[in-house]
């Protein structure tokens, strides 16, 4: 029983060794979230673009598994409440999907913000990913809306 439970380990640490991609969470280093906007001055009623991109900058690929929404966007306005997903949070499908990073590749996600239905004023904008336990987030980009 010893040398079948011992047989099994070596098995176990061989496979994870022969493997190029690493096991998240360790996954998470060398994977950057950046966010892009189409403007920062924003005419109220007019779409605004804004653009999620995951990208790998590790040397071997990434794997990862993900529900239905693994990259999304948020904004918040100047008393500190989320506005875009209107209740704070996003519903998604629930979807396993695999995301594939080659090394340098990079996946982009572009949102349309409406902001009909918003005060003028000033209104923060981050992007968030998340995968296999991973959470990743932008830095808050701030955006006025006139």
């Not at 011992?6 to 096991?23: D, E, K, N, Q, R």
């Not at 996954?27 to 991109?53: F, K």
């Not at 996946?107 to 991973?134: C, E, K, M, N």
């Amino acid at each position: 029983m010893h040398s079948q439970l011992f047989a099994v380990g070596i098995a176990m640490i061989a496979l994870t060794g022969c493997s190029h991609a690493p096991l998240a969470p360790d996954a998470a280093q060398g994977l950057t979230l950046t966010l892009t906007l189409s403007s920062t001055q924003v005419q109220r009623g007019r779409p605004d673009t804004v653009a999620v991109t995951i990208s790998n900058t590790n040397r071997y690929p990434v794997s990862l598994s993900a529900g239905g929404c693994p990259i999304l966007f948020y904004v918040i306005d100047g008393a500190g409440k989320t506005v875009v997903p209107s209740g704070g949070g996003w519903f998604c499908i629930a979807i396993l999907t695999q995301i594939n990073l080659a090394p340098g590749e990079q996946q982009t996600r572009s949102f349309v913000w409406d902001t009909d239905s918003l005060a003028p004023g000033p209104y923060s904008v981050y992007g968030s990913f998340t995968a296999d336990g991973i959470y990743l987030q932008t830095e808050s980009a701030l955006v006025q809306l006139t």
